[in-house]
């Protein structure tokens, strides 16, 4: 049953490391092409339809899982520093994932306050933490 937990863990965690690297770039087409109406129109239902639709999904899977091998396997926490640093960036990613949302809530309601290159670099920190929590998940280095 564990291992069952821990593959849809995984398809859970890279359907939600999906929506963290397009919703930000669609943030910068919404943005850049803000004055095409129709465009933008276009853009903010498939901004929509990606955090709901997949992304909050994919992030209820993820935690229900994370949980479940949690409860089932609680030794993970005597492993060593890797799994507190693990879930540490996973309250991190969690932060990004939640102001993705309202992010996206402004451009729905055309509040433009950022740039496209403001985007381009926000899209950037879900790379940075996936990175990180990945290495931490499978070398465990501490």
């Known amino acids: 049953m564990y291992l069952w937990i821990k593959a849809f863990h995984i398809i859970g965690f890279v359907s939600w490391m999906a929506v963290l690297f397009y919703l930000p770039r669609l943030f910068v087409y919404h943005v850049e092409n803000k004055d095409k109406q129709e465009f933008v129109s276009v853009i903010k239902i498939m901004e929509k339809r990606l955090f709901f639709g997949i992304g909050l999904i994919a992030f209820l899977i ?3 899982t994370g949980t479940s091998m949690i409860i089932l396997n609680p030794q993970l926490f005597k492993t060593g520093m890797w799994f507190h640093l ?6 991190l990613m969690t932060v990004y994932f939640f102001h993705n949302w309202i ?3 402004k451009l729905q ?5 950022k740039t496209g290159k403001f985007y381009r670099m926000y899209n950037e920190i879900p790379t940075i933490l996936f990175v ?7 070398v465990r280095p501490f």
Not at 109 to 113: L, N
Not at 132 to 138: G, K, N, P, Q, T
């Open 62 to 64: 993820t935690y229900i």
């Open 86 to 91: 693990k879930l540490t960036l996973v309250g």
């Open 103 to 105: 992010e996206m809530k």
């Open 109 to 113: 309601a055309e509040v433009y306050t």
């Open 132 to 138: 990180l929590i990945a290495i931490f998940a499978v």
